[in-house]
């Protein structure tokens, strides 16, 4: 899994899988597009506005939580 976010154009994607071929864009709303795999599966997120969906314009970090270990990293995002 890998979040890329660029801040010129404030996009941020989510990619769960390895590269696919091809995918299905799927959109969710103005600010929000799933990509699906061939195969039906999720691909990624697309998030459009990501600074504030992510609220990166008020804590520019998020929190990796593991739910089973109760381990948690935290990662800042770059400006």
Same mark, same amino acid.
Do not use: C, W
């Given at each position: 899994m890998k $979040?890329?976010? &660029?801040? !010129?154009?404030? +996009? /941020?994607? $989510? /990619?769960l !899988?390895d590269?696919v071929?091809? #995918?299905? *864009?799927? !959109? #969710?709303? &103005?600010e929000?597009n799933v &990509?699906?795999a061939? %195969?039906?599966t #999720?691909?990624?997120i @697309? $998030?459009?506005?990501?600074n504030?969906?992510? !609220?990166?314009d008020? %804590?520019?970090s998020? *929190?990796?939580v593991? @739910?089973?270990s109760?381990? =948690?990293?935290? +990662? =800042?995002?770059? /400006?």
């Amino acid at each position: 899994m890998k $979040l890329n976010y &660029d801040p !010129r154009y404030n +996009v /941020a994607y $989510l /990619a769960l !899988r390895d590269k696919v071929p091809q #995918v299905e *864009t799927i !959109r #969710v709303s &103005d600010e929000l597009n799933v &990509d699906l795999a061939p %195969d039906g599966t #999720v691909y990624g997120i @697309e $998030l459009l506005n990501a600074n504030h969906q992510l !609220r990166f314009d008020q %804590d520019p970090s998020f *929190t990796i939580v593991n @739910e089973a270990s109760g381990g =948690r990293s935290e +990662v =800042r995002i770059p /400006a």
